[in-house]
């Protein structure tokens, strides 16, 4: 087993950001929605000039909003009428979701494929605005993004060393007792929630979204404004890995905590009737988001 790295997580970060492969910058239309939904003077025309500007985004996007996945009763055609209907914040954060399609894309191998782990970011991503949007806790379309966000930490390690990262596959797969995260700190000295919470630092994303990615096993740890939608995460999180979608490695039990679940609001009915209705939402979501 190689040694744990003795630089910082933002030294390796740094170091990860600058090698060829999937941890390129953010396309800037998706930077430039991400700031406009930051800023108090921008409204919805701004942000429909900025993402017109990358037309198979656009595209994509309409596309998404008609999708079953939405439910819309009549057609939209133009991402004026997207905005208009859905909101400002659920069109940047649909922009974003799609843009991240390439950062999940890498080598693939017997060992270890990287489209296993997008296929779960986005059923965790898919079950978490279900929660959201049957709890009405938090806005259905910032559960979304955080969800598909969660385990982008595992990229990050993928970055910095494929080997090291296949060692902690293989350690796992030894022992399925294990706790991924303690087996990540033996080869890397961080895990993936310390990577992931840095790239979201890194690449600005708000607060929720770094507390969602730092601390989706901990959700309990996270400060009161986030700590709805890490939770639900969390359970959306165990809810993918009951349904089998992707790779699901680092999910860490396949029993919902009883105290999560009443900070959430859901029961064990609610969250089984959303399993089960996994496969047709990934199955809706999944190719429209890669832009097939």
């Known amino acids: 087993m190689s040694s744990p790295s003795t630089l910082s997580i933002a030294e390796q970060l740094a170091s990860a950001l600058t090698r060829p492969g999937n941890l390129a910058p953010l396309p800037a239309v998706a930077l430039q929605a991400m700031r406009l939904a930051e800023s108090p003077n921008a409204n919805s025309h701004d942000l429909v000039r900025v993402i017109s500007s990358d037309p198979a985004l656009c595209a994509r996007i309409i596309r998404i909003v008609n999708s079953a996945f ?3 009763r009549t057609p939209v055609t133009s991402l ?7 909101g400002f914040g659920a069109i940047k954060n649909i922009a974003l979701a799609a843009s991240l399609t390439r950062t999940f894309r890498g080598t693939k191998d017997a060992a270890f494929d990287p489209r296993s782990l997008w296929v779960h970011s986005v059923a965790v991503g898919a079950a978490a605005q279900l929660i ?12 979304f993004l955080a969800g598909v966000m969660h385990d982008i930490g595992v990229i990050v390690e993928l970055q910095l060393s494929r080997i090291q990262f296949l060692g902690v596959l293989k350690a796992t797969e030894r022992d399925p007792a294990l706790r991924f995260r303690d087996v990540e700190r033996n080869f890397f000295g961080a895990t993936h929630e310390d990577y992931g919470e840095a ?11 770094r507390q969602v990615c730092g601390l989706h096993h901990r959700p309990l740890e996270s400060s009161e404004d986030a700590r709805l939608v890490t939770s639900i995460v969390h359970l959306a999180d165990i809810v993918a890995a009951q349904s089998g979608a992707g790779f699901t490695r680092t999910v860490e039990t396949l029993e ?3 105290n999560i679940m009443r900070i959430v609001g859901v029961t064990d009915d609610i969250l089984a009737e959303i399993r089960d209705s996994l496969p047709a939402q990934i199955a809706e979501v999944l190719p429209l988001l890669e832009g097939a």
């Open 256 to 258: 919902p905590d009883a």
């Open 80 to 86: 004026n009428t997207a905005v208009s209907v859905l």
């Open 199 to 209: 790239l979201a630092i890194a690449w600005q994303f708000p607060a929720n979204i």
């Open 132 to 143: 959201a949007a049957r709890t009405r806790t938090v806005d259905a379309s910032d559960a």
């Open 70 to 72: 939405y439910g819309m």
